[in-house]
């Protein structure tokens, strides 16, 4: 290697270093620009969830250095409580503010179409929606899907299913599913086979 070559690979190697020094400096003044401390905490919007419940469930302390991965675990932290339709986030000047927007309470379910109390008390079992807990709409279809399998494993293999509610106030509801079972089909099916051996006799 000459002269000339082992200059240049001088040169090269530093640049490098700068390089790299400039990467990890940048990133660092990033990650401190963006983080800060929590020195108040402000909750809008939640009316059946204390603020205290709302600091336990995301995991929230005051006076703590926050960044923007942090304040994501909060957002997930409190969405997977499944007590809010809409989490806000937004920390400016050491102030966490919180807005959030409550799901409706379920006060009561009511099934319609169903006159046996056994079948009745399943249903209200197995479905995913249940009194007093929130009313998460995107739950219906799977509800209405347990339902209909629930009938289809006694016969009832065109049942509709509708889902209606009825307010009560602001934050409560009743949720009513109405079911049409429609024909057994497994009644159906026998009463055909006792049919043909009748007219077999005759």
């Not at 932290?77 to 809409?86: D, G, V």
């Not at 959030?100 to 056994?118: C, M, S």
């Amino acid at each position: 290697m000459n002269g000339l070559e082992k200059q240049f690979l001088k040169k090269l190697i530093i640049n490098m270093k700068n390089l790299l020094f400039l990467f990890l400096f940048t990133f660092f003044c990033t990650n401190i620009s963006i983080a800060e401390i929590v020195k108040k905490i402000e909750i809008t919007g939640n009316n059946r969830v204390s603020d205290e419940t709302v600091k336990i469930y995301g995991k929230i302390t005051a006076n703590k250095n926050y960044n923007e991965n942090d304040l994501n675990k909060i957002l997930n932290n409190l969405n997977s409580t499944n007590f809010f339709e809409n989490v806000n986030l937004t920390l400016i000047n050491g102030l966490l503010k919180i807005e959030l927007t409550e799901y409706p309470t379920i006060n009561k379910l009511v099934i319609l179409g169903e006159p046996t109390k056994k079948y009745e008390d399943e249903i209200i079992k197995i479905i995913t929606s249940k009194e007093k807990d929130s009313f998460i709409k995107n739950n219906l279809a799977n509800d209405s899907k347990i339902i209909k399998n629930l009938y289809s494993t006694i016969g009832y293999n065109f049942v509709s299913v509708d889902t209606k509610i009825r307010k009560i106030d602001d934050f409560t509801l009743d949720l009513i599913f109405e079911i049409n079972k429609g024909n057994n089909q497994k009644l159906k099916k026998s009463h055909s086979l006792v049919i043909k051996k009748l007219e077999k006799k005759d």
